[in-house]
């Protein structure tokens, strides 16, 4: 039987960090599915259409080295919120989710939407100032010319459109273990995630 461990929350809370940590500390596989999004985007910026280009996606896909942009991001934020988009990617997200062995997914709806069933979930939020802060740093180490207002700004907006959609929107879910990261460290937040879910193993 699969061990599904669902860590969601917003950007740049760490939950992408704190997902691949645990999903190395317990042997277990990993995806991002935020970068799910990430693809269509892309795909969307050089002209295809975005239900199309979900329903053609394949693991490959998610190996392109331009899926961090901020632009990327935007256009991953703006196709999230299309039902048919979340339709199709749906699929994808279940069935690596239910491989032997076990899965970590981390995203916005893992456990209200795509893996209601999971034996952990993990809400992993902090401030909004707090993530500006550090979406802010990620970016200008990248090399990128970026203010912290103007990120403030986006985080905001992300957070707005995310929460606010009319298809599976950002909540945590009734059972999830709620994480605030925003005064932790990167070290003590996933020692608690993998407490979480040390404690729900038994």
């Not at 749906?90 to 069935?95: A, E, K, P, T």
Request: net charge negative; glycine share 6%; aromatic share 4%.
């Amino acid at each position: 039987m699969s061990f599904t461990i669902a860590i969601d929350g917003p950007a740049a809370a760490g939950k992408g960090t704190i997902s691949k940590a645990v999903a190395a500390h317990f042997g277990l596989a990993h995806l991002d599915t935020g970068l799910l999004y990430r693809v269509v985007g892309a795909r969307m910026l050089e002209g295809m259409d975005p239900v199309a280009a979900a329903r053609d996606i394949r693991a490959e896909d998610l190996e392109r080295d331009d899926l961090r942009s901020p632009g990327v991001a935007q256009a991953a934020s703006k196709v999230a919120v299309i039902a048919q988009v979340r339709e199709h990617l749906l699929d994808f997200q279940r069935s690596f989710a239910r491989r032997s062995g076990g899965a970590v997914l981390d995203g916005r709806d893992i456990g209200t939407v795509i893996c209601p069933e999971a034996q952990v979930k993990i809400f992993v939020t902090a401030s909004p100032e707090c993530r500006a802060a550090r979406r802010c740093k990620e970016l200008q180490d990248q090399g990128l010319a970026v203010e912290y207002d103007a990120v403030l700004e986006d985080v905001k907006a992300r957070d707005a459109r995310d929460s606010d959609r009319a298809t599976a929107p950002l909540r945590p879910a009734e059972d999830a273990v709620l994480l605030d990261t925003s005064a932790l460290d990167i070290d003590t937040a996933v020692a608690r995630a993998v407490a979480i879910v040390t404690a729900a193993r038994g």
